[in-house]
């Protein structure tokens, strides 16, 4: 038998070799990129929840409440079926009254699927439909639903967003699967942080801030020592400074009354800037949202803090926006004397590690620390405030804690 010569061999392994690549190409190809996001309207109309004022606002207990109850039996009816790999998400964007049977509440929900071009759409948005009302039919747990109300639509997908662009504390991006700092953190994706601003000072990067409408950030007050010009000011938002992704100017800095233009003294460290004109809400450049008065978040929470400070005590400003991971810390013990003596007030919350390595640092001031809730919305616990520098042993960050303010935020803003 006559061996082919070792330069055709290699051709037909080269050839080989290269069938296989075009193959796991296209699989991939049609496993991961052939896939496009579809939206739906849905609209359920509950019997026994009577219709109040609480529910017009997205952060308030009860609507917390319900709306998990109708997320979480949603996500059950997809995950228990053949769409099980097709669904993403459902979110509750609004509650109404149904105005023509009493105090009935009407839910409205957004429903996303990933859908391949190969698939049979309208087969598949008549079983999403069919599934749903036979959920609605049978029990919908504590939710009593009245099944002839309910109702299916398939939506445009620049509708869909705009709906859940509208909503509070809603992100594009997934966190890394790591963290290791703002001093000892990590580059932030496009979209991961769409409320964080930097608040500019004749163009020159001075503090961060949150924004909490389409016209409102909050901040914190030292961050305007000495420059209270509006004039002065300009706010940019996404994960970069240079080129942002849009830019405002400023209208109006409202400073806490209270507040001590001094460096030694860090109470009501908190305030508002109005922006000239409103931003249009994008997958990334969104509003937080804001927790209730009442609303708690226990220590050793989970929380992140993001800013463009230091990644080390004096160290300059960075370009790319960074996040770190911090724990709440209890009051009692970031008063104890080996950490700071005793003057946590109660309008001020400890988050970090007495171990240090990861804290806020400077240039981070007036951004936010947030954390999330079971439906995955991110509630602004805290505004970078101070610290003994940056991420040393026994001085975690301190920060403004919002919900003590949340009331004088409300009274200057209608928020």
Known sequence: MKLLEPWKLALIALGIVLFMALVIGLLVYFLLFDKEIYFYNAAFTFTNIPYGPDLE???????????????????????????????????????????????????????????????????????????????????????????STFTLSETKKENGEHMLNNCCGMRTSKLPAYTDRVTGGTSAQDGAWPWQASLQLRGSHRCGATLISNTWLVTAAHCFRGQRDPSQWTASFGTVIQPPKSLRYIHNIIIHEQYADNPSNHNND??????????EFTSEIRKVCLPEASQVFPHNTSCFV??????????????????????????????????????ITPGMVCAGYLEGKVDACQGDSGGPLVTADTRQMWYLV????????CAKKNKPGVYTRVTYYRDWIATKTGI
């Open 306 to 343: 993001t800013g463009w400070g230091a990644l080390e005590d004096n160290g300059e400003c960075v370009n790319n926006l960074q996040q770190a991971e911090v724990r709440i810390i209890k009051t009692d013990i970031c008063n104890r004397e080996e950490v700071y003596n005793g003057v």
């Open 57 to 147: 606002k997205q952060t308030s207990k009860q609507f917390r409440d319900l709306s998990t109850g109708i997320e979480t039996l949603v996500t059950r009816t997809f995950r228990d079926s053949s769409l099980d790999k097709k669904y993403i998400r459902s979110h509750v964007v609004k509650m109404r009254p149904d105005g023509s049977n009493g105090p009935r509440v009407v839910a409205e929900v957004v429903l996303m699927f990933h859908f391949a071009s190969r698939d049979n759409i309208a087969a598949l948005s008549e079983r999403v439909k069919s599934l749903l009302f036979r959920q609605v039919q049978t029990t919908m747990g504590y939710l009593a639903t009245d099944p």
């Open 382 to 389: 805290g505004i970078v405030s101070w610290g003994d520098e």
């Open 270 to 279: 908190i305030a508002l800037v109005q922006l000239s004109s409103p931003v």
